[in-house]
């Protein structure tokens, strides 16, 4: 399973990477069949999101470590190295820039982006 992660350097810029976490099978829920999981992560709280049409964002970091899940409509993020990525349906984003620079976002077409974000405790604290 793959996912991009967005992370501020030792300078403060910001950056894309390209994350491909392991899934095994998995007994999640006997009787049914084994699913392909990844290791559990803790999250702190789920917030449902609507970005509104023509939305576009200034710099900012992240305000803490979370994920990001696109379900509807398209997102543009611009890190500071330059880079610009479109995430549409689908995607899954790790925004890890809780300092620094950070990234700006804007709405792409003419939908409205729905997402759901998933706050993270500390990444000291990630683990199950």
Same mark, same amino acid.
């Given at each position: ?8 350097? #030792? ?7 390209? *994350?491909? *976490? ?15 999981? #990844?290791?559990?992560?803790?999250? @702190?709280?789920?917030?449902?999101? @609507? ?6 964002? +200034? ?13 509807? =409509? +398209? ?8 880079? *610009?990525?479109?995430?549409?349906? =689908?995607?899954?984003?790790?925004? @890890?820039?809780? +300092?620094g620079k950070g ?5 792409l077409g003419n ?10 405790? #500390?990444?000291?604290?990630?683990? *199950?």
């Open positions: 399973m793959n996912y991009t992660r967005i992370y501020c350097d #030792a300078t403060g810029e910001s950056h894309f990477e390209d *994350v491909s *976490v392991p899934v095994a099978p998995i007994n999640l829920a006997p009787p049914a069949p084994p699913l392909n999981l #990844a290791a559990p992560m803790r999250a @702190e709280r789920v917030i449902l999101c @609507e970005v509104p049409l023509a939305w576009a964002s +200034t710099w900012h970091p992240a305000p803490q470590r979370q994920f990001y899940f696109q379900l509807s =409509g +398209t997102l543009e993020i611009k890190v500071s190295d330059g880079q *610009v990525r479109q995430f549409s349906p =689908g995607s899954l984003v790790l925004l @890890e820039d809780t +300092t990234h700006c976002t804007r709405v939908a409205v982006a729905k997402g759901v974000f998933v706050q993270l405790p #500390a990444k000291e604290n990630a683990a *199950v």
